[in-house]
């Protein structure tokens, strides 16, 4: 059971990296303010630190 919750959070670690590449050249192509980026960034940062803790809570020695 663990391993299949650990695989589904690396799948969505893996698709928020592919939408940090996609998404500023689609769809934030037109937003120029910086506190637009810098909020996306901030976001998609946030969601990768709390999956990866996800991902490790798990490890023992």
């Known amino acids: ?3 299949t919750r ?3 959070t690396v799948r969505a670690i ?8 996609i998404l500023p050249y689609t769809v ?3 937003v120029d ?9 901030t976001l998609a940062t946030v969601v990768v630190i709390g999956l990866n803790a996800l991902v490790s809570a798990d490890w023992e020695d």
């Open 28 to 30: 934030f192509r037109d």
């Open 1 to 3: 059971m663990k391993l």
């Open 14 to 21: 893996f698709s928020i990296i592919v939408l940090c590449f």
């Open 33 to 41: 303010a910086w506190y637009g980026s810098f909020l996306f960034w």
């Open 6 to 8: 650990n695989v589904w």
